[in-house]
């Protein structure tokens, strides 16, 4: 089966609150970790990454988490906008593989 | 930059007709990946190449499916025959070595009937 998976399939988010994603691998040798943003019609778009030997990265608006003890990562998305809905994949390399979760989709209501 | 660039964008053809999609990737970019998205099975890696060389086609799902890459900035992924399982989005990426992120294509939408 997949080794990165997604806790939940959809998440509806109210226009300027922040939006949490999550994300769990079983991979424990897994050491880089990509987000991923999709929207409908177009290729993923990169987000953000983090390496195995950070837990935290920011990027603009933003966050991702990386808990290895629990095997768990996160994006954040502060201040989401309309133009966030999108579907997000959590990703990972692991023996020079980019293997892609399920993804979760986040509407963002107006 | 244009980005990784894909064509067709859409293609329609018959059951049994051999299909080839093509991709440019990033320039300067040595790693190269196919990728097969649907609704059931996500996206699946199909083949990734590094500096042309094909490293891991375990992700092709028969014979059917080919892929080659006769030089840095070029790649094709040929289906003979199609089949209308094989009706899907594809996908090309590259990255500039195979530990950094990979940027995407928009894609090729085969539809097989």
């Known amino acids: 089966g997949e080794s990165v998976g997604l806790h939940l399939p959809t998440l509806s988010v109210q226009e300027g609150d922040n939006s949490i994603i999550n994300c769990a691998y079983s991979n424990s040798a897994s050491d880089y970790f990509i987000w991923y943003k999709q929207e409908s019609g177009k290729g993923p778009q990169f987000i953000i990454d983090?390496?195995?030997?950070?837990d935290k990265r920011q990027g603009q608006r933003v966050t991702v988490l990386l808990n290895k003890t629990v095997k768990h990562l996160s994006l954040q998305i502060a201040a989401t906008q309309p133009g966030d809905s999108a579907v997000y994949f959590c990703?990972?390399?692991?023996?020079?593989?980019?293997?892609f979760g399920a993804g979760t989709t986040v509407t963002v209501r107006a | 930059d244009a980005g990784v660039i894909q064509s067709p964008r859409h293609e329609v053809t018959e059951m049994g007709q051999e299909v080839t999609l093509r991709c440019k990737p990033i320039s300067g970019h040595n790693s190269l990946f196919w990728y097969r998205q649907t609704m059931m099975r996500g996206l699946e890696l199909l083949i990734y190449?590094?500096?042309?060389?094909?490293?891991?086609d375990s992700g092709m799902p028969e014979d059917r499916f080919s892929a080659k890459m006769p030089n840095a900035s070029f790649s094709t992924l040929k289906i003979q025959p199609s089949e209308p399982r094989d009706s899907a989005v594809y996908f090309c990426?590259?990255?500039?070595?195979?530990?950094?992120?990979?940027?995407f294509g928009q894609g090729t939408r085969l539809t097989v009937v």
């Open positions: 983090i390496r195995s030997n950070m």
């Open positions: 190449f590094n500096n042309n060389v094909p490293i891991d």
């Open positions: 990426a590259s990255s500039f070595t195979l530990e950094t992120e990979a940027f």
């Open positions: 990703a990972e390399i692991n023996d020079y593989k980019l293997s």
